[in-house]
């Protein structure tokens, strides 16, 4: 059994910042990418960013200069660095873990999400 646990959401002015964390736990050999996601009210989810384990980075348009993602892989987390915030960054932002079982097996777990709003 995996669990993906997001924290970090919340209530944020314009031009303010958040950070966000993404923690795995349970029964990984091994994880590979991590990344965040988000979905905004009547759009489709989309990725915001992703990290490998050795640390390369990509990122959406959207989110370039703003967002730095980054993870700590001795406590198997990710995390998302949210500056500048607009508006329009306002979603659930859900974490996504590609992890190994056993040599041979990956799979892949989603967060319950956490919402961010961003709101004068």
């Known amino acids: 059994q995996v669990q993906v646990v997001e924290s970090g959401g919340g209530l944020v002015q314009p031009g303010g910042s958040l950070r966000l964390s993404c923690a795995a736990s349970g029964s990984i050999l091994r994880l590979n990418d991590m990344g965040w996601y988000r979905q905004a009210p009547g759009k489709e989810r989309e990725l915001v960013a992703v990290?490998?384990?050795?640390?390369?980075?990509r990122y959406a348009d959207f989110v370039k200069g703003r967002f730095t993602i980054s993870r700590d892989n001795a406590k198997n987390t990710v995390y998302l660095q949210m500056n500048s915030l607009k508006p329009e960054d306002t979603a659930v932002y859900y974490c996504?873990?590609?992890?190994?079982?056993?040599?041979?097996?990956?799979?892949?777990?989603w967060g319950q999400g956490t919402q961010v709003t961003v709101s004068s």
């Open positions: 990290i490998t384990s050795g640390g390369a980075t």
């Open positions: 996504n873990a590609d992890y190994y079982i056993s040599d041979f097996r990956s799979k892949n777990s």
